[in-house]
């Protein structure tokens, strides 16, 4: 089955302890991208990589680190996690040809 | 301004109704234009994918484009309480960044 895999589901963590997000996607594509969803503010994206080894930054990257050593991995890395960015975040991947994503189901994070 | 204005809802309508949701966006180099749908404690899933101007129709589900008034549409003809969700309209210049839409809430009673 062609899918995006997030894990954890769901992660209650503590300020400042060092996390990570994993994504994986089965269908070769080129396109990764990191969103949060936050109520009243909808989908923001943190990072996006359009291919191994290439990566750039969203409209909200800030706290946030992203890798792309393989190209369907795509991590998303909290190196010193706030309260401000508990959330739910999705993990999306698509390919060139088409901007239609599939989104994974998603890591709803806390930090307290 | 916003780039893209979603209404967040919600909306409530009976079963079997015909349901009409909109987006309104700034940018006219917008080019690809998607429907997304979002079932509670799921991610969203493309519903509808459409490239300039027209219609494109797909089953119950038809999309608008009106790129001379920057307005998009979704209608869900004979609406099931299965279709209670939250839709998200999506935009994409033909580069690397798609918007979203907030998102309509829409409830469908039986």
């Known amino acids: 089955e062609a899918q995006v895999t997030q894990n954890p589901r769901y992660l209650i963590t503590v300020t400042g302890k060092k996390l990570t997000v994993t994504c994986s996607q089965n269908m070769n594509h080129e396109y990764m991208s990191w969103y949060r969803q936050d109520p009243g503010l909808g989908l923001r994206q943190i990072y996006y990589?359009?291919?191994?080894?290439?990566?750039d930054k969203g409209d909200v990257p800030e706290g946030y680190k992203v890798s792309r050593k393989e190209k369907r991995n795509f991590p998303l890395i909290l190196e010193s996690p706030s309260p401000n960015q508990t959330s739910l975040y999705f993990c999306a991947s698509r390919p060139v040809s088409n901007y239609g994503y599939t989104f994974g189901s998603g890591t709803r994070l806390t930090v307290v | 301004q916003k780039e893209v204005e979603q209404d967040p809802g919600p909306l409530s309508v009976p079963e079997g109704a015909i349901v009409s949701l909109n987006c309104t966006y700034s940018n006219s180099a917008f080019q690809y234009f998607m429907w997304y749908r979002q079932y509670s404690r799921k991610g969203p899933e493309l519903l509808m994918y459409?490239?300039?101007?027209g219609n494109k129709e797909d089953g119950r589900f038809t999309a608008q484009v009106d790129k001379s008034s920057k307005y998009i549409s979704l209608f869900i003809r004979d609406s099931q309480p299965s279709d209670s969700a939250t839709y998200l309209c999506?935009?994409?210049?033909?580069?690397?960044?798609?918007?979203f839409g907030a998102g309509t809430r829409l409830f469908v009673k039986a």
């Open positions: 990589s359009m291919n191994v080894e290439v990566t």
């Open positions: 459409t490239y300039s101007s």
């Open positions: 999506a935009l994409n210049t033909g580069g690397f960044k798609t918007i």
